[in-house]
């Protein structure tokens, strides 16, 4: 029998696809974990902080879930149309896909605005805390700041996605690698101002580190998105010649 053979370069780019891959889901994780562990240490009352945090998280999580869903769909149908060098189609799918997101944000944000407290409620078990009023101010904090820091994300992750189909695999590489050492970053200089509570500097973090990666990732994107534009503009000039 003949060794079985394989391409370097295919298994190269296999493994880069799948660090990438890696990054994006694990980035996320890590992220949360370096935070917690940094409010925590250096707040008085962290523990409690990231206690109620983590019900917040079991509540958006579930929605996060719901909304990323669409990202599989999303790299089919991009790659399909990647085939067909038809990049006005495969925008177009990104566009719906943030639009779909968009809809069930904005009806999860309603009923958070209306339900916040039955959600606290129906999660928190311990009702004879004695902390109980303060968590519940905790709670009310943190859902608004993980709901919008998670929107955001789930963008990210969209966009991370459609950058991963044209072969952006570096670019989202440095991204989820920055996202986990800005956390920290981002934490030192808002814990530095000594104005916020453990909650407030939780939630803060979290979103601010999120739009920062989020404005780096537009920026890949419109590398991307332009190029084509130009290459169009340019035939229509050649055609008219």
């Given amino acids: 029998m003949k060794k079985a053979s394989f391409d370097k370069n295919f298994l190269k780019k296999l493994f880069q696809l799948f660090l990438s891959i890696f990054s994006i889901r694990i980035s996320n ?45 999303q790299s089919f149908l991009v790659n ?75 963008f990210n992750l969209l966009i991370m996605s459609f950058l991963l189909s044209y072969k952006r695999i570096y670019s989202v590489l440095f991204l989820n690698f920055l996202k986990m050492f800005l956390i920290g970053f981002v934490f030192l200089i808002l814990n530095s101002f000594k104005h916020f509570s453990s909650h407030q500097l939780l939630g803060m973090s979290l979103l601010l580190n999120n739009i920062v990666i989020f404005s780096i990732t537009i920026v890949f994107f419109f590398s991307i998105y332009k190029k084509p534009k130009i290459e169009e503009k340019f035939l229509k000039i050649l055609y008219q010649n």
């Avoid at 008085?44 to 929605?63: E, H």
């Avoid at 990049?87 to 944000?105: G, S, W, Y």
């Fill in 29 to 73: 994780i890590l992220t949360k974990v370096i935070l917690n562990f940094s409010i925590i240490n250096k707040t008085t009352d962290g523990i409690i902080t990231v206690a109620t945090y983590s019900l917040v998280s079991f509540f958006i999580g579930i929605i996060y879930n719901i909304e990323i869903s669409f990202e599989e769909k």
């Fill in 80 to 154: 399909k149309n990647i085939e067909k060098n038809n990049f006005h189609e495969t925008f177009q799918i990104l566009k719906k896909t943030l639009t779909f997101v968009i809809i069930i944000a904005f009806m999860t944000l309603l009923f958070i605005f209306f339900q916040w407290e039955s959600i606290f409620n129906f999660l928190n078990k311990n009702k004879n805390n004695n902390n109980i009023e303060e968590i519940r101010v905790i709670f009310k904090t943190l859902i608004y700041f993980d709901f919008f820091s998670s929107l955001i994300s789930v």
